[in-house]
């Protein structure tokens, strides 16, 4: 039996939705139907912050919530089931301030107050899940928020000092509560909406998955939405039929083999970040550069592979490292090279009704070196001009150690995420020296003719990634060269 109903908590209370248009967002949802306008829109394309909200959500095992801040402008409604909502107007009990707002208010962190909600909710999810927030987290938790007028340090300070509040909030005096309502929703059957001849259905599993999108090979899968909502928020796109794979299990697990670590697609970043990082340091402190929490809270592998963009910062790392992906059509699975998958702009070799199921990274070996480079104009949330990633293989060879094993995959180069084979050539079975780096230089210009965008010219994108080939070659031969400017604050 399927409910044609999406139910979720809005706080405290049971909401059952029907009869709305699927491609509406939490925050058109929470301004326009609800009359919550303590939500903000500023941007409406995740950048800005201002309509961050909090999704509380059972773990796995259905005993603990877990906070997330998420940007309500770019998340669509149906997502919204079975989880607790929490929005700026919830905080307060009864007369009393949270104390995410009570420290904005004792630090003076709020002028004009348009950015204000975001921050407080931002800075309540962090205290919910970090008590002892050091300063780079609390940095990390505000980074996807802006504030034109108050100066950050004051809202920094804010904060710092909401996490160190011990006393009992309402959400945590009613935790069991929320979590029993949950389990109760998370038992109904799969959500559906409809509304203004648009659908949005979210299978549990692969097989109802794979029935969907065979039935109805045209409907668009949607995971965090972080890509796909600003087709509908900037490009006032209209999408007939959404299919939500956040809620199917097969795709939102994580496993470990002796050699591989498989992320399910639809697992957001947030959920395997700490797990890449013990393995490559640089690829977890690369990812915490991708967008920023609310966007690493919702966004996902799957999407960011899914969407083909020729500047998405995971293919680069996935192809260097030699990573693979698993694509699933109609009970029908086949694994292939993560760089096998992109064939020119936007074009890829996904048949109709086929999705990605997971990504096989194989582990760190002795040997091997992962290097990687993001060039963004900012370092939080901010796209790439260029995403260079290089992994090498070493081994003693007599007196020398020589390359045995190279690739060398770039963003923002091509049309498609894509590996430098003339440069890898130049330096497959050679030392790491001065000399084959100057090779390895020239011959990267013979395997990329980049473009000019508003990001960065040609000449630049070219310049800046020979260079850093020499970069990894420095930091190589000298790991305590502080090669890198990574505080501001
Ligand atoms: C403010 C902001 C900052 C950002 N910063 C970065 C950044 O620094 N680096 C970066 O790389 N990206 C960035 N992005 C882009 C985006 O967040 C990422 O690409 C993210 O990984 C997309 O994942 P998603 O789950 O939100 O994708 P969605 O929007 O849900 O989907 C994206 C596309 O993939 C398809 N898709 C989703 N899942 C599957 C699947 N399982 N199989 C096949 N197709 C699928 C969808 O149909 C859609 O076409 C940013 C976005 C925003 C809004
Ligand atoms: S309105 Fe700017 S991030 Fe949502
Ligand atoms: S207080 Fe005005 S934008 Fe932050």
């Known amino acids: 039996m399927t409910t044609s109903t999406v139910r979720f908590l809005l706080n405290n209370d049971d909401v059952t939705i029907q009869n709305i248009d699927p491609n509406l967002t939490v925050l058109q949802y929470l301004r326009e139907i609800q009359f919550k306008s303590g939500t903000k829109e500023g941007c409406a394309s995740g950048d800005c912050g201002a309509c961050t909200v909090v999704l509380a959500e059972l773990d796995a095992e259905e005993k603990q919530l877990n906070y997330k801040s998420i940007n309500s402008c770019i998340t669509f409604v149906g997502s919204l089931h079975g989880k607790q909502l929490i929005t700026v107007e919830d905080l307060k009990d009864g007369a009393k301030l949270h104390h995410a707002q009570q420290t904005i208010v004792d630090n003076h962190g709020s002028q004009c107050g348009f950015c204000t909600p975001g921050f407080v909710m931002s800075s309540f999810s962090l205290h919910k899940h970090n008590q002892t927030p050091n300063r780079a987290e609390v940095l990390e938790a505000l980074a996807g928020n802006l504030c034109r007028c108050t100066g950050y340090r004051s809202i920094i300070e804010a904060a710092i000092t909401s996490s160190e509040h011990t006393e009992q909030d309402s959400f945590a005096q009613h935790y069991q509560q929320t979590i029993s309502k949950l389990i109760e929703l998370q038992k109904l059957p799969k959500p559906v909406l409809s509304g203004n001849n648009h659908q949005y259905v979210a299978p549990k599993n692969i097989d109802e998955l794979a029935y969907e999108l065979t039935n ?36 939102t697990t994580m496993t470990e083999t002796e050699s591989d670590i498989i992320i399910g697609s639809a697992l957001p970043y947030s959920k395997f970040i700490d797990t890449l990082h013990h393995y490559y340091p640089e690829l977890g402190d690369m990812i915490e550069r991708i967008g920023s929490k609310q966007v690493r809270n919702t966004g996902t592998l799957g999407g960011n592979i899914g969407n083909a963009s020729p500047i998405g910062d995971m293919p680069p790392a996935l192809i260097a490292l030699g990573a693979s992906m698993t694509l699933h059509l109609n009970g029908e699975e086949r694994t292939i090279l993560v760089e096998d998958y992109f064939v020119d702009y936007k074009k890829t070799v996904l048949k109709p009704s086929e999705f990605i199921k997971s990504i096989q990274i194989p582990k760190p070996t002795a040997g091997q070196t992962l290097k990687l480079y993001k060039i963004s104009k900012r370092i939080d949330d901010d796209i790439s001009a260029v995403l260079a990633a290089f992994f090498i293989e070493q081994k003693d060879d007599s007196d020398k150690t020589k390359i045995t094993n190279v690739r060398f995959a770039f963003g923002g180069m091509a049309g498609i995420p894509k590996r430098a084979s003339a440069t890898e050539q130049v330096l497959q079975g050679k030392s790491l020296d001065k000399e084959s780096v100057a090779q390895a230089k020239l011959a990267l210009a013979t395997d990329f003719q980049p473009m000019s965008d508003v990001r960065a010219s040609d000449k630049y994108r070219m310049k800046v990634a020979q260079n850093l080939i020499e970069k990894c070659y420095l930091e190589m031969q000298n790991r305590t060269i502080e090669t890198r400017v990574m505080n501001y604050a």
């Open 216 to 251: 109805e090979p045209d409907s668009k899968l949607v995971a965090g939405g972080t890509d796909l909502a600003l087709s509908v928020t900037q490009n006032l796109a209209v999408i007939d039929k959404l299919v939500y794979v956040g809620n199917v299990e097969e795709l």
